[in-house]
């Protein structure tokens, strides 16, 4: 199913998440990367096994993206970037004490990757952290609360700038998912919220893969300039848990 036209491209009892406990955190360094005895950063502990593939869903997602029958795919689209709106910014509410000026003074999501904030007269400017995802969630909000954007009565229809809306919407809520995993991902751990997590994202990529509003270049980065959860994507598609 196309969005936008043509697209080119149990166990006998519950077993506990294998969170580490805090014997094995203090061997990891605030940006959650596993450290060697050299003090060397080597993977980080989202890419690791077990935590890469903890999930509260197992298997593929492709089901759970499908179109409902007799469903408007616009209305379907808009129905869920709310809901991944919602169950994201209640992931960052649950974090937000820990993402301060001080510890995250930069929007970063990998190694020399930090995203600029888009300002109204088109500068680029580098914003902290906190205040980027604040910006990115009231804009976001304000947006869903518009009806001519997001009409809630039925018969209404949906502007011809819809697809565009959506895709923007999409890259800014995948900048903060990449934000979590690379400056937060410990806290995650913490909270033993790994698979929520990782389940939310992998429905939030199988969901923009199916309707193209995922962009590529934007999930893996710069060659010099790397989205860490690329990594995570290549290897979620290696292992079936999304479609290649
Ligand atoms: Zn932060």
């Known amino acids: 199913m196309s969005f936008f036209g043509n697209k080119n491209r149990a166990p006998s009892r519950p077993k506990r998440s294998?969170?580490?406990?805090?014997?094995?955190?203090?061997?990891?360094?605030?940006?959650?990367s596993a450290s060697n005895e050299e003090g060397a950063i080597s993977k980080p502990l989202y890419l690791c096994s077990p935590f890469a593939d903890s999930a509260l869903v197992k298997g593929n997602f492709k089901t759970i993206v499908m179109l409902p029958k007799y469903v408007d795919i616009t209305e379907w689209v808009a129905v869920n970037i709310f809901d991944f709106y919602t169950h994201l910014n209640e992931f960052y509410g649950v974090i937000t004490e820990c993402c301060t000026q001080q510890a995250c003074p930069t929007m970063s999501a990998g190694t020399n990757l930090n995203y600029l904030w888009t300002t109204q007269d088109r500068k680029q400017v580098l914003l902290s952290a906190p205040t980027y995802i604040d910006s990115v969630m009231?804009?976001?909000?304000?947006?869903l609360d518009d009806e001519n954007v997001f009409p809630s009565k039925s018969g209404q229809q949906f502007l011809p700038t819809f697809p565009a809306t959506v895709k923007h919407i999409y890259r800014q809520l995948l900048r903060v998912f990449a934000h979590i995993y690379h400056a937060h991902y410990?806290?995650?751990?913490?909270?033993?919220?790994?698979?929520?997590?990782?389940?939310?994202?992998?429905?939030?990529l199988a969901f923009g893969w199916k309707y193209e509003l995922l962009d590529v270049k934007e999930i893996k980065g710069d060659i010099n300039a790397p989205v860490g959860v690329g990594l995570l994507w290549e290897r979620w598609k290696n292992t079936g848990i999304l479609e290649a």
């Open 186 to 204: 410990t806290e995650v751990l913490h909270l033993r919220s790994e698979p929520h997590f990782n389940s939310l994202f992998a429905h939030f």
């Open 138 to 143: 009231s804009s976001i909000q304000t947006l």
């Open 18 to 32: 294998p969170t580490p406990n805090s014997g094995t955190l203090s061997r990891t360094n605030s940006r959650g």
